[in-house]
């Protein structure tokens, strides 16, 4: 997602927050109870969890045109 990074290049503050797959397979073991395995067997599935938020000093920092290539990369696979 590379063009998350021009947006981050932009904001005056930056919060990021990574669980990747050994994240995501350590967490599992938490849920011990017979009542969690629906959520055990969900957590499975999950390659990792990507969140990005940007603080911005000013309105107009970034574009349309910058929401909508994110958007595109979120819409195409791979």
Known sequence: MDQLDVLANKASET???KLDEHLMQTTAKFFS???D???KEVL???KGIYVKRFEFEKEGEYSEADLESIRSQL???G
């Open 75 to 77: 819409r195409n696979p």
């Open 15 to 17: 919060v990021e927050v």
């Open 44 to 46: 499975k599935g999950v």
């Open 37 to 39: 395995a629906e959520i």
């Open 33 to 35: 109870d017979p009542d």
